[in-house]
T-cell receptor, first 116, second 113 residues
Framework: EPEVTQTPSHQVTQMGQEVILRCVPI?????FYWYRQILGQKVEFLVS????????KSEIFDDQFSVERPDGSNFTLKIRSTKLEDSAMYFC??????????????FGNGTRLTVT | GENVEQHPSTLSVQEGDSAVIKCTYS??????FPWYKQELGKRPQLIID?????GEKKDQRIAVTLNKTAKHFSLHITETQPEDSAVYFC????????????FGSGTRLSIRP
């Protein structure tokens, strides 16, 4: 069964540094998402992406965050200047299209980001 | 925007007994309600979902019910087994768009042998 893959599985960075989290969505999927989960808390929506542009973003997704689909397979999340509170598990997800009800979200295994 | 409340935050049941997790949502435009199971350190995985045009859906030992009027929906697990131990998240969204899924705060279910 095809899977969403994320790299790295764990990223440690110093406060103020830039990080790029990478995701390879399932190949025929058209909608891409980033969610984050602070340890022990709920999964929170960050951003959705379709047709090479952001469809929707949450209030968490401020100017420090950006997403990009640099080629036909990768989908990245960049945090320009990391803060301690950015420490979380970041999940990439993708779906075929038509909304999560018509095509369920498939989540990757996540990247655990630790900001020191 | 949508807000999803989930209760209880922790739940411990004897193996073989039933478990019920309850959620409420605020946005009457939401019409799709998935449930995710997350084992420790792993990705959330969809276990069952329901659309607003039905009141109940079953899949073996798992069932979901939806009360649109009251904006309540619930997950029922019968004949619980040790492998049911996990964190369960309810969620709400609109199924026909690329809308974000809004998750509840999660229920940590523990099954006592």
């Amino acid at each position: 069964e095809p899977e969403v893959t994320q790299t790295p599985s764990h990223q440690v960075t110093q406060m103020g540094q830039e990080v790029i989290l990478r995701c390879v969505p399932i190949s025929n999927h058209l909608y891409f998402y980033w969610y984050r989960q602070i340890l022990g808390q709920k999964v929170e929506f960050l951003v959705s992406f379709y047709n090479n542009e952001i469809s929707e973003k949450s209030e968490i997704f401020d100017d420090q965050f950006s997403v990009e689909r640099p080629d036909g397979s990768n989908f990245t999340l960049k945090i320009r200047s990391t803060k301690l509170e950015d420490s979380a598990m970041y999940f990439c997800a993708s779906s075929e299209g038509g909304g999560p009800g018509n095509s369920p979200l498939h989540f990757g295994n996540g990247t655990r980001l630790t900001v020191t | 925007g949508e807000n999803v409340e989930q209760h209880p935050s922790t739940l411990s049941v004897q193996e073989g007994d039933s478990a019920v997790i309850k959620c409420t949502y605020s946005d009457s435009a939401s019409n799709y309600f998935p449930w995710y199971k997350q084992e420790l350190g792993k990705r959330p995985q969809l276990i069952i979902d329901i659309r607003s045009n039905v009141g109940e859906k079953k899949d073996q030992r798992i069932a979901v019910t939806l009360n649109k009027t009251a904006k309540h929906f619930s997950l029922h697990i019968t004949e619980t087994q040790p492998e049911d131990s996990a964190v369960y998240f309810c969620a709400a969204t609109q199924y026909s768009s690329a809308s974000k899924i809004i998750f509840g705060s999660g229920t940590r279910l523990s099954i006592r042998p």
